[in-house]
């Protein structure tokens, strides 16, 4: 099983386009304490945008619709939410102690069903020095995987803080070209 076919035009594209918009809008840091309540709340901010894009959201929290898996090492692996079947799988981390290697695990399993794949890994208070390294460009090798992941891969992450930031920090750091 190879990767699906993901070309950057077409519906799929104008809808990571609008995905990316609300992800880099969305306010993380004052939407809850777990991993659950960070997905609760953007699967009911885009039921409710539902509208604005050309694909059906698909959550965990509806409970008439189902999020497709992907069956591999022995077990299914479902993203948390998807738009369409096929074409967008996102799926949040919140980054306690570990989680940074999973997630981006989970992408390249996602990858095998979906054309695209939205990484949001939300970073907890204790872990702040990921997101200040991150943003004074201290992990370099990170860096490097994460834009090799969007590049080629059509994985795009977004590291957000679930804590408050000093001004002039972005609150979101993405690796998502449009």
């Given at each position: 099983m190879g990767f699906e076919v993901a070309r950057r035009t077409g519906k799929y594209w104008e809808d990571c386009k609008r995905l990316d918009e609300l992800v880099n809008n969305y306010p993380f840091h004052t939407t809850g304490k777990s991993e659950r309540d960070f997905e609760n709340g953007f699967a009911s901010t885009l039921l409710t945008i539902q509208s604005t894009f050309n694909s059906n959201v698909i959550t965990q929290i509806d409970k008439?619709?189902?999020?497709?898996?992907?069956?591999?090492?022995?077990?299914?692996?479902?993203?948390?939410?998807?738009?369409?079947?096929?074409?967008?799988?996102?799926?949040?981390?919140?980054?306690?102690?570990?989680?940074?290697?999973?997630?981006?695990?989970?992408?390249?399993?996602?990858?095998?069903?979906?054309?695209?794949?939205?990484?949001?890994?939300?970073?907890?208070?204790?872990?702040?020095?990921?997101?200040?390294?991150?943003?004074?460009?201290?992990?370099?090798?990170l860096q490097d995987t994460l834009r090799h992941l969007a590049d080629s891969m059509n994985i795009f992450t977004y590291v957000v803080p679930a804590f408050d930031i000093k001004p002039g920090v972005n609150k979101c750091i993405s690796y998502f070209d449009k």
């Open positions: 008439t619709t189902t999020v497709q898996s992907i069956y591999c090492f022995g077990k299914n692996h479902r993203p948390d939410m998807t738009l369409n079947d096929n074409g967008i799988a996102i799926e949040l981390k919140f980054v306690t102690y570990a989680g940074l290697k999973d997630a981006i695990g989970q992408g390249y399993l996602y990858r095998l069903r979906y054309k695209f794949v939205f990484l949001i890994l939300i970073i907890s208070e204790d872990r702040s020095y990921i997101y200040d390294d991150l943003h004074t460009n201290k992990e370099k090798d």
